[in-house]
Nanobody, 125 residues
Framework: QVQLVESGGGLVQAGGSLRLSCAASGRTFSSYAMGWFRQAPGKEREFVAAISWSGGRTYYLDSVEGRFTISRDNAKNTVYLQMNSLITEDTAVYYC??????????????????WGKGTLVTVSS
C-alpha cells in the first residue's frame, strides 16, 4: 500500500513557476514508477508526466514538454514536478500517482494503482 500526499499548489501569474511535491509512504517507494495527472474544470483528467523507478526514464504530455520537469528523490520518498512558463491552460487539480508499471501510468490511466488527493494550481492571466 502506498499513500501519496501532494503539496505546492497555489496561485501564480502566467509566466511564473511552481514546484509540486508528492510525499509517499511505504518502504517500497523506490520500486514504483511515479506520475502526475491533472484535471481542469469541466475537462477530463489527463496524463502530464511520468518517471521510472530509477529516474532514468521520463515521459511528458506534449504541451508541457520543455516547460515541466519531473524528478524524484528515492531517499526522501518524494517526487517533484517543476513547472515553468506556466500558462492559464495549466490551471487544474494536479494528482500524484504511483504504479508498478511505468507503461500503465503513461498509457492506461484508469489502471493506475495509487492516487493522491490532488493539489490545485491556478494560473492567472
Amino acid at each position: 500500500q502506498v499513500q501519496l500526499v501532494e503539496s505546492g499548489g497555489g496561485l501564480v501569474q502566467a509566466g511564473g513557476s511552481l514546484r509540486l511535491s508528492c510525499a509517499a509512504s511505504g518502504r517500497t517507494f523506490s520500486s514504483y514508477a511515479m506520475g502526475w495527472f491533472r484535471q481542469a474544470p469541466g475537462k477530463e483528467r489527463e496524463f502530464v508526466a511520468a518517471i521510472s523507478w530509477s529516474g532514468g526514464r521520463t515521459y511528458y504530455l506534449d504541451s508541457v514538454e520543455g516547460r515541466f520537469t519531473i524528478s524524484r528523490d528515492n531517499a526522501k520518498n518524494t517526487v517533484y514536478l517543476q513547472m515553468n512558463s506556466l500558462i492559464t491552460e495549466d490551471t487544474a487539480v494536479y494528482y500524484c500517482t504511483a504504479d508498478d508499471d511505468f507503461q500503465i501510468i503513461v498509457v492506461v490511466t484508469n489502471r493506475v494503482r495509487y492516487w493522491g488527493k490532488g493539489t490545485l494550481v491556478t494560473v492567472s492571466s
